[in-house]
């Protein structure tokens, strides 16, 4: 089946401009995660979403990044007012959900969007 | 807060050899699950193999195989029989609750022919 896509492949925006970063999870799968790459700080986690709620966003770097999920499928990570801080390798990720017994499943990562903030 | 440290920036193998890749990590938890993710050029990352920290038997995936000592926090990635495709960037990674994973800063592993 198809994986995990994103899109854009690769985003140049100059410094100040709004993008918006978009994620397919594979279908049925009802987490889905957003992870930043950078050189500096490695990967990092953004945020979690189990079906459209959050319920962790703790790896937001600032109120400048929100994201939102809708119908359990597609996720947008949006980028206010952007930085060259900014500039990463956002990836997302997806898995089915943990069992009732606590099972974690792992998660499948899609390609990434490149985004460079000039 | 959990932690995650691979201690070598860099390894390199010859082709058809074995190499093993270091990863120690730190989590008050005492359920929580371990996993190798490779990222090659293309950025894609992938998982490679997973392991149940209530699970004393090491996870093997075909040539893929770890060393789980839970008492040492310590879970090292062995690859045997070591291929050109096996060059990549290796991720250590943890997660535990709510899933979010916590990663390694990477070894980059190359192979040499």
């Known amino acids: 089946g198809a994986g995990v896509s994103q899109s854009p492949s690769n985003k140049v925006t100059e410094k100040g401009k709004d993008v918006e970063l978009r994620c397919d999870p594979i279908?049925?799968?009802?987490?889905l995660y957003w992870y930043r790459q950078s050189l500096g700080q490695g990967l990092e986690f953004l945020i979690y979403?189990?079906?459209?709620?959050?319920?962790?966003k703790s790896g937001l770097p600032s109120d400048r990044f929100s994201a939102e999920r809708t119908g359990g499928s597609v996720s947008t990570l949006t980028i206010q007012r952007t930085q060259q801080e900014d500039s990463a390798v956002y990836l997302c990720?997806?898995?089915?959900?943990?069992?009732?017994?606590?099972?974690?499943?792992?998660?499948?990562f899609g390609p990434g969007t490149r985004l460079l903030v000039l | 807060a959990q932690t995650v440290t691979q201690s070598q920036p860099e390894m390199s193998v010859q082709e058809a050899e074995t190499v093993t890749l270091s990863c120690t990590y730190d989590?008050?938890?005492?359920?929580?699950?371990l996993f190798w993710y490779k990222q090659p050029p293309s950025r894609q990352m992938i998982l490679v193999i997973r392991q149940e920290a209530y699970k004393q038997q090491n996870a093997t995936e075909n040539r893929f195989s770890v060393n789980f000592q839970k008492a040492a926090k310590s879970f090292s990635l062995k690859i045997s029989d070591s291929q050109l495709g096996d060059a990549a960037m290796y991720f250590c990674?943890?997660?535990?609750?709510?899933?979010?994973?916590?990663f390694g800063q990477g070894t980059r592993l190359t192979i040499n022919p």
């Open positions: 279908s049925g799968h009802t987490a």
């Open positions: 990674a943890t997660a535990q609750g709510a899933q979010k994973l916590v």
């Open positions: 979403f189990q079906g459209n709620s959050a319920p962790d």
């Open positions: 990720a997806s898995s089915l959900m943990t069992t009732n017994l606590g099972t974690i499943r792992p998660q499948y």
């Open positions: 989590t008050s938890e005492s359920d929580y699950y």
